[in-house]
């Protein structure tokens, strides 16, 4: 019999105020990992967007499979990025994604390579560091 989920965390947090106190460490090392996977997975994706704008840009733009690529992944990223306090990360993702749904033709490859960039460096900024890692765990 599967659990209701509200009562699955209260379980969890019943214990000894230490025992709490060591749930709540791992929980966060836990989300801490996942924000890392985010930040990687997300980095992969932004490299295929660049390549794509990058194939758009040699092929003079008139490329709307790329276009469309370019724009569901930042949708990904646009919905993933809330989730791990990427939240500039999301903002930009959203905004590409929005222009890439309203462009056509091919004057569209330079401003989506501009906020690939942009999203690039947004993606950088929220990575966790090494230390910072060590000192969340």
């Known amino acids: 019999m599967t659990q209701n989920p509200k009562y699955v965390l209260s379980e ?7 025992d709490i106190a060591d749930r709540v460490r ?9 924000r890392m996977d985010f930040v990687a997975w997300a980095s992969d994706d932004i490299q295929v967007m660049k390549t794509l704008c990058a194939q758009a840009a040699q092929s003079g733009g008139e ?3 790329a276009r469309d690529a370019i724009r569901r992944i930042a949708h990904n990223i646009k ?3 809330g989730s791990f306090d990427c939240a500039e990360v999301s903002a930009i993702a959203h905004d590409l994604c929005e222009y890439l749904r309203a462009a056509s033709g091919a004057g569209w490859v330079a401003s989506a390579t501009e906020m690939v960039s942009r999203l690039n460096d947004s993606l950088d900024a929220a990575r966790p560091s090494e230390s910072k890692t060590l000192k969340q765990i």
């Open 12 to 18: 969890t947090l019943v214990g000894e105020p230490d």
């Open 63 to 65: 490329t709307p499979l």
């Open 79 to 81: 919905g993933q990025g």
């Open 26 to 34: 791992r929980a966060e090392a836990a989300i801490l990992a996942m």
